[in-house]
């Protein structure tokens, strides 16, 4: 069965940058399929920020764009995300998911709260 | 900016049928934007229910069904139980420049 799990530090300071790596068991990151990551702010909805295929290859949401860094490891069978210059508004659940043809997303990690604040 | 608008809220009796739409800022929804539904209920990580318009995953109950009708992507719930009480996402894939995701704002369903 496929698993992901999000790790990282929860807490990061103003204007930092936010770093997260998504685990992936039961699949090969190096097979046909898109990895991608999710956020949710506390109480609202969700926001697709971008996805990676293992030969390195990405699609970022454009209003993140300029601060998103989606990499892959092929060696360790992970992807993760750095973002930068962070805020308040960007606390968030975070999620990582796995794309199949076709699909957004099949399998999802549980989520991990990354918070904004000094 | 591209937006995706979802019903802010649905109510439906247990037994009953409802259905929550999807429509694009772009135009009519088609399924080469692949729609697809995800279920959430609180505290808890999305689950994807429907992919590609209407194909369901193995963990799909049979009473969610994915179309299209009249320009946006639907999801049909028949025979609703209480369990299905949640926040139901859509998510459209816009190809061409941007090749990215957006996902809806969201459906509260209430089971009442």
């Known amino acids: 069965q496929v698993q992901l799990q999000e790790s990282g530090p929860g807490l990061v300071k103003p204007s930092g940058t936010l770093s997260l790596t998504c685990a992936v068991s039961?699949?090969?990151?190096?097979?046909?399929?898109?990895w991608s990551w999710v956020r949710q702010p506390p109480g609202k909805g969700l926001e697709w920020i971008g996805e990676?295929?293992?030969?390195?290859?990405?699609n970022y949401n454009p209003s993140l764009k300029s601060r998103v860094t989606i990499s892959v490891d092929t060696s360790k069978n992970q992807f993760s995300l750095k973002l930068s210059s962070v805020t308040a508004a960007d606390t968030a659940v975070y999620y990582c998911?796995?794309?199949?043809?076709?699909?957004?997303?099949?399998?999802w990690g549980q989520g991990t709260l990354v918070t904004v604040s000094s | 900016q591209t937006v995706v608008t979802q019903e802010p809220s649905l109510t439906v009796s247990p037994g009953g049928t409802v259905t929550l739409t999807c429509a694009s800022s772009?135009?009519?929804?088609?399924?080469?934007?692949?729609p697809n539904w995800l279920q959430q209920k609180p505290g808890q990580a999305p689950r994807s229910l429907i992919y590609?318009?209407?194909n369901k995953y193995s963990w799909t109950p049979a009473r969610f069904s994915g179309s299209l009708l009249g320009g946006k992507a639907a999801l049909t719930l028949s025979g609703v139980q209480p369990e299905d009480e949640a926040d139901y996402y859509c998510?459209?894939?816009?190809?061409?420049?941007?090749?990215?995701?957006?996902f809806g704002g969201g459906t509260k369903l209430t089971v009442l």
């Open positions: 772009t135009g009519a929804v088609t399924s080469g934007y692949y």
């Open positions: 990676i295929y293992y030969s390195g290859s990405t």
């Open positions: 039961g699949d090969s990151i190096s097979s046909s399929n898109w």
């Open positions: 590609s318009t209407s």
């Open positions: 998911a796995r794309e199949v043809s076709g699909s957004g997303g099949d399998y």
């Open positions: 998510l459209l894939y816009y190809g061409g420049a941007h090749l990215t995701w957006v």
